[in-house]
Nanobody
Framework: QVQLVESGGGLVQPGGSLRLSCAASGSILRINSMGWYRQAPGKGREFVARIIGDGTSNYGDSVKGRFTISRDNAKNTVYLQMDSLRPEDTAVYSC?????????????????WGQGTLVTVSP
């Protein structure tokens, strides 16, 4: 079993910054990739950013140049530095991980989600 726990959400003024963290724990053999998604009120889930095993990262168009994803492999933790925040960035941000775990047949990949953390950008 794998748990993802996010932290760092809150209220920030437009133009401000926040840093989200997502720590993975449990029966983890290897983390294949970790990323962030968000869901604003009344809207569908939107891809924000992802970082894969070799360190390659990619971003959603709406956050390119403002958000930066990074990771600490020793801590199984991924971070999302959010700068130049806008009211339209207001959403619940959820962490997602594709993790290699022990399985009855040997090993297998598990798609895990955190519970989400609310980011509100408002004057």
């Amino acid at each position: 079993q794998v748990q993802l726990v996010e932290s760092g959400g809150g209220l920030v003024q437009p133009g401000g910054s926040l840093r989200l963290s997502c720590a993975a724990s449990g029966s983890i053999l290897r983390i294949n990739s970790m990323g962030w998604y968000r869901q604003a009120p009344g809207k569908g889930r939107e891809f924000v950013a992802r970082i894969i095993g070799d360190g390659t990262s990619n971003y959603g168009d709406s956050v390119k140049g403002r958000f930066t994803i990074s990771r600490d492999n020793a801590k199984n933790t991924v971070y999302l530095q959010m700068d130049s925040l806008r009211p339209e960035d207001t959403a619940v941000y959820s962490c997602n991980g594709t993790v290699l775990v022990p399985a009855t047949s040997g090993v297998g990949f598990l798609d895990a989600w955190g519970q989400g953390t609310l980011v509100t950008v408002s004057p």
